[in-house]
């Protein structure tokens, strides 16, 4: 059967999909006609992902799977974090959460920064977490159109564009996302 993806972020599902080997499937909350909001109220990644698997592993009593992603910028002491999706304000604003990132960077020549995710999977009634960490920079100025989030403003170690510049298989030849999903992958495979 199908293993449920806890999420309600439609770029998170496609690019999972992407590095999915064609012996796992996933199914959305959408595709198996769940329909809720699911809180992200803790003050960590780790905990948010375990929230979100575990609301829907209630719900479902299935087997499922979650993620929590956040943009950690040295020089702003880790923020935005956890926080990355409500940056500059409940609305969710992707430019807005941008555009507040960039200003307070200004003038910072320390550019360093981290997207890490946290993937929580609840298998069997027991809860496994596998952590992908991409390191790289971020620009001053926006560039490239594909891509969700922070992408237009972050330059992964090795590359010479941002996440948005690159098609989703060349962003999944970096992204912490996929490293967390290569983790969780060779576990499953391990348990078969
Ligand atoms: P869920 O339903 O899975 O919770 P979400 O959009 O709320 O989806 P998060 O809580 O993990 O996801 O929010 C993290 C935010 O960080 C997300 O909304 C984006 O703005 C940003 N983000 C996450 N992954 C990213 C990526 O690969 N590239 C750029 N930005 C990303």
Redesign the pocket.
Known sequence: PALIF????Q??VD?IRQVLSDSFHIMTLKEAGIDID?P?PHDTLEA?ARE?STVIHQLTRQDCF??????EVAALNGEPGVK??RYAGDG?D?QQ?ILKLLEKLEGEPDRSAQ?R?VVSLILNNTEYQFEGICKGRITTAQSGNK?????PV?IPDGASVT?ADMTMQE?ANY???AKAVAKLISFLKEQQ
């Open positions: 806890a999420t309600n972020n770029h998170k690019e699911i992200e948010n979100k979650s993620e929590d992603t956040g943009l990355s999706a969710r992707f959460n997207f995710t891509g969700f989030g922070y992408d972050f996440f962003k992204s912490h996302r």
